[in-house]
């Protein structure tokens, strides 16, 4: 599937991410994600709920490092993995978060080459760490609104053949199939196993 390209086409607004999390994450493939115009197609996403043990906001316990995720939908949760990288997620509707895993290169190569070093092309954004790094993304950017820049997302055009499996990296709820991709892509984190949800 071709990212879109045309000018014209509207961004997505904060009532795209007030719904579920695993229904927003699933229909964030294939959409175009840009941090000061650069960036690329979103192919790997994972559904973090607060109902599931893996989850920041599990049991309502807030923290200043999880604020963001019990704020509005629509909004960013930027957080430091293990002490070593950033990580992007979407907030979605009921304390629900969408993880950006992957994406495919689109816009600002030159810059993300500069930020990520002599990498190959597929590995400029596979995986969050990389990712947040390729796109200069910090916990600055920490509740910030989707909709306003820096951040610029476009929809999805057309249909995604969409791959489903379990999340990667954690240690509760490990088999949750929450994890979604794009099918077909080689700038995924990981490879699925061959089932299409």
Known sequence: ????????????????????????????????LLVDGVGGMIVEAEAYDPTDPASHSYGGRRTPRNESMFGPAGQSYVYRSYGVHWCLNFVCGGGGAALIRALEPIAGLDAMQARRGPVKPNQ??????????????????????????????????????????????????????????????????RRFAPKIG
């Open 124 to 189: 400029l954004c596979a995986g969050p760490g990389r990712l947040t790094q390729a796109l200069g993304i910090t916990g600055a950017l920490d509740g910030k609104p989707l909709d306003r820049a820096p951040f610029l997302l476009k929809p999805r055009t057309g249909t995604a053949e969409i791959l489903v499996g379990p999340r990667i990296g954690i240690t509760r709820a490990v088999e949750l199939p929450w994890r979604f991709g794009m099918a077909g892509s080689r700038f995924v984190s």
């Open 1 to 32: 599937m071709a990212p879109p390209t045309r000018k014209s086409q509207p961004a997505l607004r904060r009532d795209f991410f007030a719904r579920d999390a695993l229904s927003v994450t699933r229909d964030l493939i294939g959409v175009v």
